[in-house]
């Protein structure tokens, strides 16, 4: 029996990255906005909204989403929530490009039969470890170039 571990499900890099890019898309909509030099109408001021909550929704999934692993489940928690009991898995792949993972957020890609397939990531190295394990049956060799587990 192990213990559970959690985490942040994206690297703090990876976080300000995304803030960043929202905040360029914000600044270049505003631009674009006063280039045209005329009031936009209703339709396109609604369009302007949701375009904007949905990329706010986005950058708040992005910072608040945690992952945890248990021995029965794996969740991931957030603005939504996914779990999948771990013996019901059919199929895992775990996606990790080394020494890219500060930026490009490892994850597992988990089936528990039928088509239905679940996505987890992982920014903390425990997290990460445990994926290692479901995927690879295995340790994650040290020195791999793994996220740190400072979150």
Do not use: N
């Not at 906005?33 to 209703?42: A, I, N």
């Not at 898995?89 to 679940?118: C, D, E, F, H, N």
């Amino acid at each position: 029996m192990t213990s559970p571990v959690q985490g942040p499900a994206f690297s703090w890099p990876a976080r300000c990255v995304a803030l960043f890019a929202v905040v360029a898309v914000g600044w270049q909509a505003h631009e674009a906005w006063l280039q045209t030099g005329e009031s936009p109408d209703r339709f396109s001021l609604t369009l302007f909204g949701l375009a904007g909550l949905g990329l706010l929704y986005g950058l708040g999934h992005i910072w608040r989403t945690r992952t945890l692993v248990d021995d029965t489940h794996i969740r991931q928690v957030g603005w939504s929530h996914q779990e999948v009991e771990i013996a019901r898995l059919t199929q895992v792949k775990l996606i990790y490009i080394p020494y890219l993972s500060w930026l490009v957020s490892p994850r597992l890609v988990v089936r528990a039969g039928g088509m239905r397939s679940w996505v987890f990531h992982a920014a903390d190295r425990a997290v990460l470890q445990r994926f290692w394990q479901l995927a690879h049956q295995s340790q994650l060799p040290p020195g791999h170039g793994g996220p740190s587990s400072a979150s």
